[in-house]
């Protein structure tokens, strides 16, 4: 019987993926990227919806809720993951929705009149079986995995529309969406990018040899000669891990000052981040604190170390959002936001 | 080298003065003609006429030319000048001055400089300058306008080959090794210096050097390894460097020893130069040493003026580094209240001071240091923050905007406190005062007087030292990213010592003539000069 080895194969994947997530979290397992993240938990979502035994829509997002709130207390400053997970809510939704033949708008606006008479979509219990409903969904998951796959070729693409020649441009840190915005750029054009190396994991080094070697002249400075430099600088591109619902960033440690000293020298702030970074929620005082080697021993005892890992850049600060779907302008992103998830969803 | 020849200038500018008064009674009379026309003219305009009167009256009398003149007149509206004719006349502009003179092509440089002072601003001058002041006492003002032939420094004007050719023969004149740069130098500081900490000068001097004193050659070696880092550390040990010298000093027959000795300060000088720049309180206090050198009269016999020369430093040293550190920690134990968090950047030994001083007293309060790759020079004062038994939490300077809710006050340490009120500190200052002002957080810099320098800035570029690009290699789990980045042509390494920190971030400079704001500085080097 296919069913029972089904499960156990699911289930493995799903603990694989888990214990990955808590490994990347914990610094013991391997880097990754938050594109391959997301690509991995579709992939899964989508696995998890073909094999695993459900009939009514509502089911299905029950079983899924459930991975959702595992796979985020996996690692919660990995947000990415949630993100996806309530992607796939929002595309079961709409795929119920279709198969019922209400039209998508009525659902979505929330009209004073069906809030005052009906109580809202709460009525909606997603109980009706539809047959074609499961290859429906899964083939609406393959077009976000498509669109996944090509978020950072379209950000790229959209370089030279933002980069002129000869300017000087400052970024931290390292995204590998930024690189790729880089390298596209200095196919055609000549600029120059000074890194900040962002102590004190120095990923910025990284991010400053992938360039140099794509023939753009790249300068490494220290993180403390940020606003030393600044008044130099044309335009700051950084890259981010999460896009708040208010436009503001959780973004590396040291982007507030790096955002701060753009404002102050009227420099624009262009942060590059994909559509899947939006994140309606985030816990806010949840930081991690991650380790800072420091040698003499003999006083670390009597000392309190700070190692922050993130950074809150609030909205004033931000310029512009490029995401694969076009620029926005920071007080856009709420609007984004509503597109793309469901507000029930917002809470697993 | 900026500091020692504007004094010399100033000297010389002075009895220049003297000579002139007869000429400049005439003048006077004549200019009191030009006035009264003048008034009667309009007097709508009454405001514009002193302004000329100000400029006609501020005029050189030694030899000026007319296109240098009217350049040093521009002086007052701020015109930006191309950089090596402005640097002089912005230098002098603090002190404002009046000297009548007229010829022909004063003449026309007025009527330049009264177009000028159509736009020009009054910068707080009397109302009828041209006759008190001149006929009151010559100070140093006469030499603000002099059409200076000012040399500047060479050591940001790497980038012009004559300038290096120069050195070269200076150096070799003093038998002292040039220094070369090292590595790839990033364009935008291609005028400075870029030295290797693995090459010091001293592997290129025969030991024994018959040229430059031992102690002198020590020092250079403690400078370009760092051993002796932080500028009051620096005066200091250069300070008794030069009395170990004079000790040792023997005059030779036929020569006096204020003009021997001088010349014999200016190779080492050089040498220190070249294993380290020059900081701006080691400027000033080479520059008292040589004008005690100086004033020896020739009368003194050389054990006399040797004692006399090894008091002065003495008093130097104590009055203006240990009694003002002194009168800081004074007036700073008021700022801190109990239950402060203070913010502390780098290693200030200053800042130390005062932290030691309030903790004596019984204050209550806990020490957040702050620190940045690659000089880590925080962790030094962590050490000994600890040891006094303070209670502190060391962060990296990327964390700044993280741990400042928490701060009550920010206590920077300067390098130099420039004539138009920036802040030359550490570079990494400017940043934490940024997000210090984003936060509301009061700044307060403590530096003692000698460190008050006459430049101006405005940005971290022009004026700069370049450390050794290699310290910002960094191992992480045994990799090192950036080993061969000399390899890779189009990266360049950038490690900056110091940045300018604007006026409008700092709230209060605590100096021991009391508490100023930042922009008091050109006011404090005014009373100094004429103390002087």
Redesign the interface.
Known sequence: MPGPYKETDLTERVEAFLSDLKRGGSGTGPLRGSAETARETTALLRKITAQARWSSAGDLMEIIRKEGRRMTAAQPSETTVGNMVRRVLKIIREEYARSRGSSEEADQQESLHKLLTSGGLSEENFRHHFAPLKANVIEAINELLTELEGTTDNIAMQALEHIHSNEVIMTIGRSRTVEAFLKDAARKRKFHVIVA??????QG??M??SL??A???????????????M??VNKVIIGTQTVLANGGLRAV??T??LA??AK?HSTPLIVCAPMFKLSPQVSRYH?LLLS?Q?K?CE?LS???????VF?YVPPELITLFISNIGGHAPSYIYRLMSELYHPEDHEL | FLLISASLFSVTKQTEGKELTKEEKQRLRKEKKQQKKNKEKKDEKASQGSEKEKKSGSLAAAAPQPPAKSTTVKTPSAVPAPAPVSVPSSLEAPAPVDKPSKTKAELKAERRARQEAERASKPGKKGEPGQQAASGKQKAPPSELQPVIKRLPEHIQVDNPDVLKKLAKKLERQQIPLRLDYGYKVSLFSHLHQYSRKAPLTQQLSIPSTVIHPAVVRLGLQYSQGIVAGSNARSVALLHAFKQVIRDYITPPNEELSRDLVNKLKPYISFLNQCRPLSASMGNAIKYVKKEISNISSQCKEEEAKSKLLNCIEWYIKEKIILAAKAIAESSIEKINNEDVILVYGCSSLVNHILFEAFEKGRKFRVIVVDSRPRLEGREALRRLVQRGISCTYVLISAVSYILPEVSKVFLGAHALLANGYVMSRVGTSQIALVARAFNVPVLVCCETYKFCERVQTDSFVSNELDDPDDLMVTRNGKTQLESWQEVPSLGLLNLVYDVTPPDFVDLVITELGMIPCTSVPVVLRVKNVDQ
């Open positions: 190396e962002c102590a004190p994991f120095c080094h990284e400053a040899t140099s070697k023939g753009i002249e790249t300068t490494v400075i220290a993180d403390a000669a940020i606003f030393a430099v008044s130099r440690n040291g507030h000052t701060l000293a102050h930081n800072l420091v003499s006083i009597k000392v309190n170390v700070h190692c922050p950074d």
